[in-house]
C-alpha cells in the first residue's frame, strides 16, 4: 500500500528521517517494498513571472523573455510558445536543470540571442490534466497559483514528498488502511497518533421520508448503513485530497468520489455513492441477482450476472456489484443533485469468486477480499458525512439506515504473563507488557501475574499466547533476544523407505539419460477423454477439488499419462527433436464416490519419450531396467489400455500383480494432443514394486569350465509370445542353462501365412565340469520337446 509521508504526518508525529522510520516498522514486521522520494524526478524548474516580451530579429516564431524568476537579476529565456503574455506565472528550467522526462537544461543560444533555460509546457513535466489545471493546454503552462517566483516547482506541484510502498500481509487488514499503518508508526516510534473524530452538521428532515432499504441476504451482507446528502455542489477536491489520491495510485475525480476513494483509504472501508435521482421508486435491495440480469459499470463494461453474485438493486433492477464496482446509471456526475451514500459489510468469499467469475478486480473488492471490519463501518460512514461537511459539498440529512443483526463484540484473551516469557526466552516486566499491548489497541490489565486483554474485532490474527507474544515482541525488540548455545541431544534426520526407494528410481532413470519433470497434481477433468478411457473406468473417479485454481486444474489426477502427454506435446510444437522424461508422482485413488476418507496416495512413475528411433523396445528397456533393480522378474503379456496402440503395448506382470503398462501412444490419442510423432508412454506401479521382498544380492566366483551355445530357429504361430517359448526353453535346459538370448524375428514369403520363424542362441555351462556331448544333445532334445508342447517346430 502506498502512502505519502505528508499524509501520514496528518496522523503521527515521525521525527525521525524516513529512512530510520522504515527500517523501525521493518523491525517491527511490516515489509517496505519501495522508498520513492517526489523530488528526483525534477530539480532547478521554479515559478517565474514573464517580465517583458520582445520578438526574436532573426525569427518569425521565436520571443525573447525577461524572467523574474526570484534572483537579484531578472534572466532571459527564448522560447517558441505562442500562448504567453507578459505578467504569466510560468515554470521555468534554469541553467543545469532536469526535468521528468530525462531532459537536460542548459543555457545556449537560439538564432544568435543566449536563453539561459527553457519555459516548460504540462507535457514536458509529465503532467496531465488530472495532475494540474491547464496541464492538457498545448503550449506553456500557465500557474494559477499565486506563488512567489523563484519558488520550486517541486513545491507547487506537491512534488516535495515521499511515497512509502508498505507490504501487507493477509493477517493483517486492520493495517490495509492509511489510520492503520499510522497506528503502527505511532507504537514503533513512541510518538503522539490522532485519530479524526467525526463531527458535522445535519440539515434537518428523515432519511426514511426519502428511501427505503431491504437485505434479502444477510448472510453474504451482515450489515449495510445508508445515508443521505442533498444538495451536492460538485467540484474539484482540495489539493490536499487530490494530493493524497495521487500519491496512493488513485486518480482524482470531483469532491464526492474523491471522498469516498479517500475515505476506503484512510479508514480500510471500502463506500459507494449512488445517484439518487436515478433510483427507482427510491428503493435499495441487497439481494441475489437473478438469472438474466446484466449490469453496465462505472467502467462501461457489461457483464452477465448469476444468482451466486451478490448486488445492490434499486427498485427495478442492479445498480451496483456488491463489494466491486457501482453501475454507470446511478454514477455520481456534474449534474448530480442527491446521493445515496452506502457503507456495508460484505461476506469476503462471495466478493472472491464473484471476482473470479468476471475477471474483474477493484481496489474495494481487494480489501472485502481480505476482509474488513464490521464495527469500522460506522465510523468510515460518519467520517465521510464529516469531509462533505467540511468540503461544503451537500447538506445531510438527518437520520441512518443501520442494517445489521447483533454485532460481534471484543473477544477477552487471559494469558500467564511468565508463559509468555517462557515462550520468548526473555525476561519483559508486565509493565512493559501491558503498556504494549495498550498502545497496539488491544486494552490490557495484569492481575496476580495473569494479563486480561481485550481483541478487537478487527484482530482476527489473534487467538492465542504465541500471538500476543508475537504483538509484545516485535515492538519490544527482537535485537533483546540472547543467543544461546543449543542444549539436549542432536539426531541426525533420516529419509522414509519410500523416499530412499524412489531415489533410487530417479537416479536409475538419470543414469540412462532421462529427464526428470513435475507436473502439477491437479488435471482437467476432461483428460479422461482425452485418453478414451471408458465411461466405467474406474480412472474417471477422481476427486474435485471445492476451490480450483480453474477448470484445467479441478480434479486430482488418478493417472500419469495425460500430464506426461501435455508435456510431450510442448516440447514437440517447440521443436525440440527428442526427448525422454519421467516422472515420480502420486495417483489419487478415492475409495468411493462422495469422499469418505481421503484418497489413497499411489506412487506411480511415468515414462514419455519419441524421436531418435525410439520404438517400444527402447521404452521396454527402460521399464526392464527399474524392475530389474527391485528384483522384479517380471514377464509380459498383452495388455488393452485404449490410449495405447492396440498391437504395440504390453504389461509387465509377477504373479498376479501387473507392475507396469507401456506401450506406443494410440494414433487418435497423439492427434488430441497435437504430437505430429510416434510417442511412448509407460506407467510403472511404484506401490507393488517397493512391496516386493528385496533379496540381497547373492556373488559368485567366475565360472571355471567353459560354456557351450546352441542356436534354434523355430516356426511358431504368430500370435505365441516370445516370452513363453523363452521361458519354456529355460524350463526344459534347467540348472545348465546360464542365458538365452533372441537373435531373430522373421516373416515373410518363405514363411507360411500366419506362422513367424524365432531364433534364440542358448548358452549352457556347468559349474561342476566341462558339458559332455551326451549332457548337451540332451539338453537340446529336452528343449525341443518343451518348444514342440507349444506348438513350435525346429525349422529344417
Not at 34 to 58: G, Y
Not at 83 to 100: K, M, R, T
Not at 134 to 163: E, N, Q, W
Not at 441 to 448: A, E, K, S
Request: include cysteine; hydrophobic fraction near 40%; aromatic fraction near 6%.
Amino acid at each position: 500500500m502506498k502512502i505519502a509521508l505528508k499524509t501520514l504526518k496528518r496522523y503521527v508525529d515521525i521525527p525521525v528521517p524516513v529512512e530510520e522510520m522504515c527500517e523501525r516498522m521493518v523491525l517491527a514486521g511490516f515489509e517496505i517494498e519501495s522508498i520513492e522520494n517526489l523530488s528526483d524526478s525534477m530539480d532547478r524548474v521554479v515559478a517565474a513571472r514573464i517580465l517583458k516580451i520582445v520578438p526574436h530579429e532573426n525569427s518569425d516564431h521565436l520571443q525573447i523573455c525577461s524572467m523574474d524568476v526570484g534572483q537579484s537579476e531578472p534572466v532571459q529565456i527564448v522560447t517558441g510558445a505562442q500562448n504567453i503574455f507578459e505578467g504569466a506565472l510560468v515554470p521555468a528550467a534554469l541553467h543545469d536543470s532536469h526535468l521528468p522526462n530525462g531532459v537536460h537544461i542548459t543555457k545556449g543560444k537560439l538564432r544568435g540571442v543566449e536563453s539561459n533555460g527553457m519555459l516548460c509546457s504540462g507535457e514536458e513535466l509529465c503532467l496531465t490534466e488530472a495532475d494540474y489545471k491547464g496541464a492538457g493546454v498545448h503550449g506553456i503552462l500557465i500557474l494559477h497559483d499565486d506563488v512567489p517566483t523563484g519558488t520550486d516547482m517541486r513545491i507547487v506541484l506537491g512534488l516535495d514528498d515521499v511515497v512509502i510502498d508498505f507490504k501487507i500481509t493477509a493477517n493483517r487488514p486492520d493495517c490495509n488502511c492509511i489510520l492503520g499503518v499510522a497506528k503502527e508508526i505511532s507504537v514503533v516510534l513512541g510518538t503522539k497518533f490522532t485519530r479524526p473524530e467525526p463531527s458535522y452538521h445535519t440539515a434537518g428532515g428523515d432519511i426514511h421520508d426519502l428511501i427505503r432499504i431491504d437485505v434479502e441476504n444477510q448472510e453474504l451482507c451482515p450489515r449495510y448503513i445508508g445515508r443521505m446528502v442533498q444538495n451536492l455542489k460538485i467540484a474539484e477536491s482540495p489539493d490536499w485530497l487530490k494530493h493524497a489520491l495521487r500519491t496512493c495510485g488513485m486518480r482524482p475525480i470531483n469532491n464526492i468520489v474523491d471522498i469516498t476513494n479517500f475515505v476506503m483509504l484512510e479508514t480500510g472501508q471500502p463506500m459507494h455513492a449512488f445517484n439518487y435521482n436515478e433510483l427507482a421508486q427510491k428503493h435499495i435491495i441487497v439481494r441475489n441477482a437473478r438469472s438474466g440480469e446484466s449490469i453496465q459499470t462505472l467502467d462501461t463494461k457489461s457483464y452477465e450476472l448469476t444468482p451466486e453474485m451478490l448486488v445492490i438493486a434499486d427498485g427495478e433492477k442492479p445498480s451496483c456489484l456488491a463489494g466491486i464496482m457501482g453501475g454507470l446509471e446511478s454514477e455520481i456526475t456534474d449534474t448530480t443533485t442527491d446521493l445515496f451514500l452506502e457503507a456495508a459489510k460484505f461476506k469476503r468469499d462471495n466478493i472472491r469468486r464473484t471476482c473470479r467469475s468476471l475477471g474483474v478486480h477493484t481496489e474495494a473488492s481487494g480489501r472485502f477480499e481480505k476482509g474488513i471490519d464490521i464495527n469500522n463501518t460506522g465510523y468510515a460512514m460518519e467520517r465521510a458525512l464529516q469531509l462533505i461537511d467540511e468540503l461544503n459539498a451537500g447538506t445531510i440529512v438527518d437520520g441512518a439506515i443501520d442494517c445489521h443483526d447483533v454485532l460481534p463484540t471484543e473477544r477477552i484473551l487471559t494469558v500467564w504473563s511468565k508463559s509468555i516469557n517462557d515462550l520468548l526466552g526473555v525476561d519483559i516486566e508486565e509493565e512493559t507488557m501491558v503498556k504494549i499491548l495498550n498502545a497496539l489497541d488491544l486494552p490490557t490489565v495484569c492481575h496476580f501475574g495473569f494479563l486480561t486483554v481485550q481483541v478487537p474485532t478487527i484482530r482476527d490474527d489473534i487467538e492465542g499466547r504465541a500471538d500476543l507474544a508475537e504483538e509484545i515482541m516485535r515492538i519490544y525488540g527482537y535485537d533483546h533476544i540472547v543467543g544461546t548455545p543449543m542444549r539436549g541431544t542432536v539426531r541426525r534426520g533420516r529419509m522414509l523407505p519410500e523416499r530412499i526407494k524412489t531415489n533410487k528410481v530417479k537416479s536409475t532413470m538419470v543414469a540412462m539419460g532421462a529427464n526428470e519433470i513435475t507436473t502439477y497434481s491437479f488435471i482437467s477433468p476432461k483428460a479422461c477423454d482425452l485418453l478414451g478411457l471408458d465411461e466405467n473406468d474406474r480412472r474417471r473417479q477422481a476427486v474435485r477439488l471445492l476451490n480450483p485454481l480453474g477448470d484445467e486444474y479441478s480434479t486430482m489426477r488418478t493417472q500419469l499419462v495425460s500430464s506426461m502427454l501435455t508435456v510431450l506435446s510442448t516440447n514437440y510444437n517447440r521443436k525440440n527433436e527428442s526427448v525422454c522424461f519421467f516422472e515420480c508422482s502420486k495417483r489419487f485413488l478415492p475409495e468411493s464416490l462422495p469422499l469418505t476418507k481421503a484418497p489413497a496416495e499411489v506412487p506411480t512413475l511415468c515414462i514419455g519419450l519419441y524421436g531418435d528411433d525410439s520404438n517400444f523396445f527402447t521404452l521396454k528397456g527402460l521399464v526392464e531396467e527399474v524392475l530389474h533393480d527391485f528384483g522384479a522378474n517380471a514377464y509380459y503379456q498383452k495388455s488393452a489400455e485404449p490410449y495405447l496402440h492396440p498391437g504395440r503395448q504390453a504389461e509387465a506382470a509377477l504373479g498376479d500383480d501387473t507392475l507396469a503398462v507401456l506401450g506406443e501412444v494410440h494414433p487418435d490419442v497423439l492427434k488430441r494432443y497435437d504430437i505430429g510423432t510416434r510417442a511412448l508412454v509407460a506407467e510403472v506401479y511404484l506401490d507393488r514394486l517397493f512391496a516386493l521382498e528385496q533379496k540381497a544380492p547373492v556373488y559368485q566366483p567366475l565360472p571355471k569350465f567353459p560354456a557351450v551355445s546352441r542356436d534354434f530357429a523355430m516356426l511358431c504361430d504368430r500370435e505365441l509370445p516370445v516370452g513363453d517359448l523363452q521361458n519354456a526353453m529355460a524350463e526344459a535346459a534347467g540348472k545348465l542353462c546360464e542365458n538365452i538370448k533372441l537373435f531373430d524375428v522373421y516373416e515373410g514369403d518363405q514363411i507360411p501365412k500366419g506362422k513367424k520363424s524365432v531364433a534364440f542362441s542358448v548358452t549352457l555351462r556347468s559349474k561342476e565340469a566341462t558339458l559332455t556331448d551326451e549332457q548337451i544333445e540332451s539338453a537340446s532334445r529336452r528343449i525341443l520337446k518343451k518348444l514342440e508342447a507349444l506348438g513350435a517346430v525346429l525349422r529344417q
